[in-house]
């Protein structure tokens, strides 16, 4: 089945500092690819939903990019600040069963002051 | 208003006894979704129902069960729980499979 892997676990960034985050996926029919982050003690919150025909996304402070030959989904935060301090997922759904998600194993950013 | 709730936020079982889980969506989605968090895991998914009166098995069903008796609500029953079931555990709903999620507070579960 549908494997994603979340690299790296663990990230510190300075304040400022640009904070880079990447997930490799394996089913070439994935479809659907989500950014989630969950601060400390909270619930998921979706960050950005990218379809498959997209490849750049960008939100407020961070660009999502989207390589389908390489099967990579990578998140950039540009210009971290403390509040982006928070664990991120990434998610791919894929045809024909959209319905089950595969989240990877998230990754604890850290951005010290 | 929270969307999708979660009861309890926490609980403390013992082992062999019966844990239900609940979730309630005021979203009217028709997909929800029971995960357990761990960590070095991210999320798993448990069971997932389409629809009222179906649950389907996720990736970690074992030693769970899961009830859909209506549109916004769906359970997660452990009938016999066990020390490896202590998680933290989300419900999730999503109008279309395969869609955003949204999620419950989660339910911080211990299992002496």
């Known amino acids: 089945g549908e494997q994603v892997e979340q690299r790296p676990p663990h990230l510190s960034v300075r304040e400022g500092d640009s904070a880079v985050i990447t997930c490799t996926y394996t089913?070439?029919?994935?479809?659907?690819f989500f950014w989630y982050k969950q601060e400390p003690g909270a619930s998921l919150q979706l960050l950005m939903k990218?379809?498959?025909?997209?490849e750049i996304n960008e939100g407020q402070g961070f660009t999502v990019l989207l390589n389908k030959k390489d099967k990579r989904l990578s998140l950039n935060l540009t210009a971290a600040h403390p509040g982006d301090s928070a664990a991120y997922f990434c998610?791919?759904?894929?045809?024909?069963?959209?319905?089950?998600?595969?989240f990877g194993k998230g990754t604890h950013l850290h951005v010290l002051p | 208003e929270a969307a999708v709730t979660q009861s309890p936020r926490n609980k403390v079982a013992v082992t062999g006894g019966k844990v239900t889980l609940s979730c309630n969506q005021t979203?009217?989605?028709?997909?929800m979704y029971w995960y357990r968090q761990d960590t070095g895991h991210g999320l798993r998914l448990i069971h997932y129902s389409y629809g009222a009166g179906s649950t389907e098995k996720g990736d970690i069903p074992d030693g769970y069960k899961a009830s859909r008796p209506s549109q916004e609500n769906f359970s997660l029953i452990l009938e016999l729980a066990t020390p490896s079931q202590t998680s933290v555990y989300f419900c999730a709903s999503g109008e279309l499979g395969g869609d955003t999620q949204y999620f419950g507070p989660g339910t911080r579960l211990l299992v002496l």
């Open positions: 990218v379809f498959s025909s997209t």
């Open positions: 979203n009217n989605h028709n997909n």
């Open positions: 089913d070439p029919n994935s479809y659907y």
């Open positions: 998610a791919v759904s894929s045809l024909p069963n959209a319905y089950k998600v595969i």
